[in-house]
């Protein structure tokens, strides 16, 4: 018998542009996965933002990210203590 790809059993999925402007039910964190969701109970804890850069030739694109607010956080923190350490060698 052969366990490899059976025609009979794959499926086909269509989409439209319209796919790419829906809003999901809940944004996610871009880092953990997790749904960002407003609870007034825990405070002053707010969801972050991150940016994607890329430069490709001339072209710049930045794309702008959810986060929550520990991964907003433990980002931010790994990117100053890299900074310090770049700055420490010279």
Not at 35 to 52: F, N, Q, V, W
């Amino acid at each position: 018998m052969n366990k490899g790809y059976a025609p009979e059993q794959a499926e086909f999925f269509t989409g439209s542009h319209e796919a790419l402007f829906e809003s999901t039910e809940s944004p996610k964190c871009d880092a953990c996965g997790k749904p960002l969701i407003a609870r007034e109970d825990e405070g002053y804890s707010m969801p972050g933002s991150g940016a994607y850069l890329w430069i490709r030739g001339d072209r710049v694109s930045i794309e702008r990210v959810a986060l929550c607010a520990s991964c907003a956080s433990a980002i931010g923190m790994t990117a100053l203590a890299r900074w310090e350490i770049e700055e420490e060698e010279g």
